[in-house]
């Protein structure tokens, strides 16, 4: 678990995409930024407080997250400077970098010499139980997509938000590295030995209260032959009550695999929820997502009202109308 | 890739049952064994020549396999002499046992002082790539199973045996590591990182010849929640022409979960084709294999007919029947 709340390096981010995970911070737990440190030339800015890192620490900042992309796949001289400081300063390091804080080693002599934590939050940090695949008390619900990318993670951030904007317990259960970073804990499921898997799920969503929804972040697809194994052992390590539908309506064919056509919204429906049904035979599918965003207005509109009435289920964008009317859809939730 | 022959070692196993991993290279690659090696008070016997390391190295054996499993957890010293002795001698070690051989320390020391290897094969010794999901020449047959430990290796092994005997190319690709020791090679793949389960199906199963089979060792169930995961990334790594259902008709609930039962051959049939036609839509269900080692000859054969009925497929338990009836079945193959 990382210690909140974060200072957010942007580094010389060139561009605002490039500091999508800070970003993402920021737009989903503004409470656990104190501030953002960027360096020359950084070409993203998230509107927070700059601030240098002993600036940060004395606003009580608990680690430094790295808020960006790095290119090339190293951890750049600019960089380590702050880094190193940030470790002798009292802060710990976070990471979602391909390449591993860990594998630095003047970050990892720094960290141990200050008893300082360095998160690399593609690996795997706990020794994962194997699922027993027992019922557990509390709500759930996964989201699932035609394909890798398409939104499931913005769904169940943006569901987890309405959620307790309407009053209902919810917490958002993160399967990437993106989603750990916003909330500071989360299984990078991708990460996890095979055998360990959906047992990593159900530690990620234990037992909960009766009116509890967890909101877990999918990752694949059932129809993404290069990590459809991981989609399933999050449905039946998941043990959803409920599945939301992700599409992006756009895509010529799943995602890096040209010989493969994107499934139907039906066909995903119909096996997602058959599996579903092997852990949890009360699960229900309650709505569809749809990532919008290279349509137009008029064209977005338009869609959503036809998968809307194809599906006979609430269909939104979430980024567009927010997730209300898809937490309205939970069973026992209501208007 | 483990160098055969092998001696096969049989420590001081109490029963024959326990010294299952040399019977299966005894039954299903005799030409890899040239020998045996019992401890005092072994009550296991293959019927093979006995002998000592120094006869096993001059009658040509290029490893010793630990075909027994072991108490406890420990290697005791009792082994422990043979396995140095084995290393001095000239051999590699192979190993499936959950302890591994290198982390005993006189054993890693020896291995390095004569450039030996050990074989942990629990643990995978390749990075394996991410799956393409592309089309691969060759045809491949895998076993999918109600549940876990319901006769998969078996099927496939002898199905391979079956093949070879008509005159069909084949080979069997195994994926747990009793299969692995069999043939001195195969993917651990309940060990494998999850976002390379796929791919190291795809790396063990490699274009063919068009005519050249691949019988591929099935994993877990996609009905079993701790294991589904894996079952479903053989299904789209392994991209099958043909699936062979296996069943074993006495089982009260699944393997391990008693909350759950065991599904039927329908939906196996169901959701095991559906996801296969994901990756190869010419995929074919072409035989049910059952394993009727807790029935009667006359209940077995009369729960044999009753489903060969049912399905409306070649049904047998290729342990009393062997397998040429699921080879003839093969698309290709014929009578």
């Keep these: 678990m990382i210690q909140t709340p974060y200072l957010l390096f942007l580094g010389d981010a060139p561009d605002p995409l490039t500091a999508k995970v800070a970003q993402g911070i920021k737009d989903w737990r503004p409470e656990n930024a104190v501030g953002q ?10 509107g927070l407080t700059e601030m ?14 790295i808020g960006v992309a790095n290119r090339g796949g ?8 702050v880094l190193e400081r940030a470790l002798i300063s009292g802060m710990d390091l976070a990471s979602g970098l391909h390449n591993l804080l860990r594998d630095e080693p003047s970050l990892s002599a720094l960290a141990e010499a200050h008893g300082r934590a ?3 939050v593609r690996v795997p940090e706990v ?23 398409v939104g499931k993670m913005y769904t169940t ?51 909960n209260d009766g009116d509890h929804w967890d909101f877990i972040e999918g990752q694949g697809s059932l129809f993404h032959p290069s990590y459809s194994g991981v989609t399933l052992a ?7 009550d409920a599945l939301v539908l992700c599409h992006e309506p756009t895509r010529p064919h799943m995602r890096g695999l040209p010989s493969y056509s994107v499934p139907t919204l039906e066909a995903l429906h119909e096996q997602a929820l058959a599996m579903a049904r092997v852990v949890n035979p009360a699960c229900e599918v309650i709505g569809v997502s749809i990532n919008t965003q290279h349509l137009s207005d008029v064209e977005a509109e338009a ?16 980024f567009r109308q927010g997730a209300k009317r898809l937490v309205q859809a939970l069973p026992g939730v209501g208007v």
């Design 37 to 46: 440190l960027s360096l020359p030339g950084c070409k993203a800015n998230l």
């Design 52 to 65: 240098t890192v002993e600036e940060a620490v004395a606003a009580g900042a608990k680690t430094l997250v």
């Design 74 to 81: 190293k951890i750049s001289a600019a960089w380590m400077e």
């Design 118 to 120: 360095l998160h690399d």
């Design 127 to 149: 020794e994962y139980p194997i699922a027993s695949g027992e019922k557990r008390s509390g709500m759930r619900c996964l989201a699932v997509g035609t394909d890798c990318s």
């Design 157 to 207: 951030l943006a569901m987890d938000k309405a959620a307790r904007d309407m009053g209902v317990k919810s917490a958002f259960r993160p399967t990437g590295q993106t989603g750990i970073l916003i909330t500071g804990e989360g299984v990078p499921v991708d990460a996890v030995v095979a055998d360990f898997m959906a047992g990593s799920i159900e530690w990620l969503s234990p037992d």
């Design 234 to 240: 999050l449905i039946h390590g998941g043990q959803p």
């Design 303 to 318: 869609y959503l009202a036809e998968v809307e009435e194809k599906m006979g289920l609430p269909t939104v964008d979430p």
